[in-house]
């Protein structure tokens, strides 16, 4: 997977996204900002908001900013955000999750629902996420990681060959994703259909926050 192929793979995904990917992942964004609990004033960090199905669910009195790499999916959470009044939804940016256009500690959540199998790197994702968090934040990242049953695994790493085709990978380790990225999970849950899918509760490391590397200017 490399930016390229995300935002062609993304560009063909546009226009039927949400009835795709709509009604199958709502729960679990209904489940992650439910945990989130975010309170009056907070800013919040959405890392690939998509077409923005997740924006009105966020309660009216967070400050919500949602990044995306695929312009054609942004110019859809552009229109959602006017045609429902979502005066919540302070910006949509087009960035690279991995390399995030905003200053240290500038969120007091962040949140990355369904990326980290996008992503080039998932580690380069958790280290921005967690350098833009402030001191005593949070992180959520909901995700589908790679299945246990032997069965359900098996396929999964008979059809990784073809995530370039389909914009992700199915066979991502939770073990590996979460020794690689250091994350200080504090809670996990099953999420959607048949629970297939992760909802993780992280907490940022402040000394691991200090070392993050800061984006170019």
């Known amino acids: 997977m490399d930016i390229d192929t995300i935002e062609r793979v993304y560009r063909r995904y546009a226009p039927r996204y949400d009835f795709y990917f709509g009604a199958l992942f709502q729960p679990g964004r209904r489940a992650v900002i439910q945990r989130m609990r975010c309170r009056p004033g907070e800013r919040v960090l959405e890392v690939g908001v998509g077409t923005g199905l997740s924006l009105p669910l966020y309660p009216r009195d967070v400050q919500l900013v949602g990044i995306d790499i695929s312009q054609e999916m942004l110019l859809r959470a552009h229109a959602r955000r006017e045609c429902e009044r979502l005066g919540h939804v302070a910006g949509l940016v087009r960035s690279d999750a991995e390399r995030l256009c905003f200053s240290d500690a500038s969120f007091d959540k962040v949140v990355a629902m369904y990326v980290a199998s996008v992503v080039p790197s998932p ?30 695994g098996g ?14 990978r199915p066979d991502v380790s939770l073990q590996r994703f979460i020794e690689e990225t250091r994350l200080e999970v504090v809670e996990r849950a099953a999420v959607n259909a048949f629970g297939y899918w992760t909802l993780l509760r992280a907490q940022p490391s402040r000394s691991l926050a200090a070392s993050a590397r800061r984006p170019d200017a």
Request: proline share 7%.
């Open 123 to 152: 580690a380069r994702l958790v280290e921005e996420m967690r350098r833009v968090c402030r001191p005593g934040g949070e992180i959520f990242i909901v995700n589908h990681f790679h299945h246990a049953n032997p069965v359900i």
């Open 155 to 168: 396929v999964e790493r008979l059809i990784s060959p073809m995530s370039r085709l389909m914009g992700f």
